[in-house]
């Protein structure tokens, strides 16, 4: 196996983009709430590079003011086809403007279009008032461009500390973690 663990995971979720029935770059984000409690959800991985790993969301979204107040996350891939892991953590920033305008571009219209209309998180008074939103920004943008919304960008984990799980016979599973130690990356195997 690699010993860079970027390569590593990009093998890896190659695999899983063949054998996963859904969403193989579906990842649990954990974030941290202002009083200190783990929180966790859901997010698909939009890019990823020697940089860190990239989510888009609404900057507005409970997990948006989690990561303008504590800018550190931790994510985790589990691919059950192949019976492997991946755990993430480390510091998180900003895309830049450019980064999210082309990403937002490259999404169906009807995405778009919902980005304006949701308002992430907050409480919904009922299903009608978000069809409500959605027609109302359909008729606002018309068959023109969709800008991207002032509230909507993207995350890139910047990893501290990367750890590959793979199932093994017995429980003796196998576990490889890779530190950042400056530029270079440092490893070792951890006892199931």
């Known amino acids: 196996m690699s010993t ?4 590593l995971f990009s093998d890896w979720l190659g695999e899983a983009a063949r054998s996963e029935p859904n969403d193989p770059n579906a990842l649990c984000l954990a974030t941290c709430t202002p009083e200190g409690r783990p929180s966790a959800r859901m997010v698909l991985l939009k890019g990823h590079d020697a940089r860190g790993f990239v989510f888009y969301t609404n900057l507005e979204s409970r997990k948006g003011r989690e990561l303008a107040a504590n800018p550190f996350a931790a994510l985790c891939f589990h691919w059950k086809t192949l019976q492997r892991s991946v755990r993430v953590e480390g ?3 900003a895309v ?3 980064e999210a305008d082309e990403y937002y571009a490259s999404r169906a219209r009807g995405s778009r279009i919902g980005a304006w209309a949701s308002r992430q998180s907050r409480p919904l008074e009922g299903r009608w008032a978000l069809e409500k939103a959605v027609a109302d920004y359909t008729l606002k943008f018309g068959v023109g461009a969709i800008p991207r919304p002032p509230h909507w960008s993207g995350f890139r984990v910047v990893p501290e500390r990367i750890e590959f799980w793979r199932d093994m016979p017995f429980r003796l599973h196998e576990r490889r973690v890779f530190h950042r ?3 270079a990356w440092r490893e070792e195997a951890l006892y199931p």
């Open 4 to 7: 860079d663990p970027y390569a």
């Open 96 to 98: 830049s403007e450019a």
């Open 91 to 93: 510091a998180v920033e």
């Open 181 to 183: 130690d400056g530029a």
